[in-house]
């Protein structure tokens, strides 16, 4: 029986005692700590880590600090440990000014796109990374082994894990979810000050309403440091979205039906293609890919697959990737697999379809 690998959480907020709880349940031994000493102890009562010392003979450090110290604790956490094996990642929602301060083969920078409305240690949850998007940034310095490895790691948290650019990560994020938590607090703020003349306003809060403001019950404190260090991208992304409203209300004062029409039609359709749908792990695709010794080779495999929405559901490098030549096992949807294999043969790599 092999011995249970050992992993170190510096942060227990609400994601990084998430991470925490999910790695005990896939059978890690789990240290931790952080800057309130309050929070340590109840940690180690409650048994969300074992201890606050990190063992010797770590496989994995997740750094779950505000986004603006994670490179200063990447930095010291990285020359505390020489074992070229560690893998260390983070989870801030912002990776562009990480990923080119921590130029170091064994940091990975990460992002898992889950969270909940409760705050805090109190909140954390074994399952919160169950089916969610865990998005990782490889760059042309990351080692193929060590991306595989992380691979591994976080789907053993039940996580679907995506390779992206940093910087079209800070980008697309600031959309999808940096805008969002923007205008729930917006929205819940503006029917708030309504509610103080006209108080049965909240009562009369339908699902629609409360779908679109849950994420502003959410903790506030962890914001300005992610919306401050992605500003540019969230300032562009309300700017695009304020010319949209500006059409809409420019639709209604002229009563143009097809115009609120179309605008609602394309959002209807958007909405029912977003992806949703679990990999079947009895329905899977096994491709090897031949991949050149040369920097970058993995990041383009992998970030090829996000760009065209099909899941890695597992990867493994089949021998080490040395020489001129290395082989990925990568494991993908069936429905998607010849798709994903013209695309990376457009690219230049030799793919094969296990039989």
Same mark, same amino acid.
């Given at each position: ?15 990084? @005692? ?17 800057? +309130?000493?309050?929070?340590? %102890? =109840? ?6 880590? #074992? ?6 003979? &770590? ?40 990923? *080119? ?12 796109? @889950? ?5 805090? &240690?109190?909140?954390? *949850? ?17 080692? /193929? ?24 990560? +800070? ?22 000050? @309504? /509610?103080?003349?006209? @108080? ?39 700017? #695009? ?7 809409? =209300? ?6 143009? *039906? ?46 090829? #697959? ?22 990925? &096992? ?7 697999? %010849? ?14 379809? %296990?039989?």
């Amino acid at each position: 029986m092999t011995s249970a690998k050992h992993a170190h959480v510096v942060g227990l907020g609400l994601i990084g @005692a998430s991470v925490a709880l999910a790695l005990g349940e896939a059978g890690w031994v789990v240290t931790g700590n952080d800057t +309130d000493p309050g929070v340590v %102890e =109840r940690a180690l009562a409650s048994g969300v880590i #074992a201890s606050r010392v990190a063992d010797a003979a &770590l496989a994995l450090v997740i750094i779950a600090t505000p986004a603006g110290v994670v490179a200063e604790v990447a930095h010291e956490v990285l020359s505390r440990h020489d074992d070229p094996t560690l893998v260390v990642t983070d989870v801030a929602g912002v990776k562009g000014a990480i990923v *080119r301060d921590v130029v170091e083969p064994r940091f990975l920078g990460g992002h898992p796109m @889950a969270g909940s409305e409760l705050r805090g &240690l109190a909140g954390a *949850r074994a399952d919160l990374f169950q089916g969610c998007t865990w998005v990782l940034t490889p760059t042309e310095a990351t080692p /193929a082994d060590l991306y595989t490895r992380l691979h591994g790691y976080l789907r053993e948290v039940g996580a679907n894990v995506v390779a992206v650019a940093s910087g079209d990560h +800070d980008r697309l994020v600031a959309l999808a979810s940096h805008v969002p938590h923007l205008l729930a607090g917006a929205l819940m703020n503006q029917a708030a000050a @309504a /509610a103080r003349e006209d @108080a049965v306003l909240l009562q009369l809060a339908a699902g629609g309403f409360r779908d679109m403001t849950r994420v502003a019950a959410g903790d506030p404190a962890i914001w300005p440091d992610i919306l401050f260090e992605n500003r540019e991208a969230v300032s562009g992304a309300l700017l #695009a979205l304020e010319g949209r409203l500006a059409i809409l =209300r420019d639709a209604l004062e002229q009563r143009d *039906r097809d115009a609120l029409e179309t605008s609602l039609t394309s959002a209807a359709v958007a909405r029912r293609q977003l992806p949703g749908r679990a990999l079947d792990s009895d329905n899977m695709a096994y491709l090897r890919v031949l991949v050149a010794d040369r920097p970058g080779s993995l990041a383009r495999v992998t970030m090829t #697959a996000s760009e065209m929405l099909v899941n890695i559901f597992d990867i493994e490098i089949a021998h080490a990737i040395e020489g001129n030549k290395g082989t990925l &096992l990568l494991a993908v949807d069936e429905t998607q697999a %010849e798709r994903f294999m013209d695309a990376l043969r457009g690219l230049d790599f030799g793919v094969v379809r %296990e039989k």
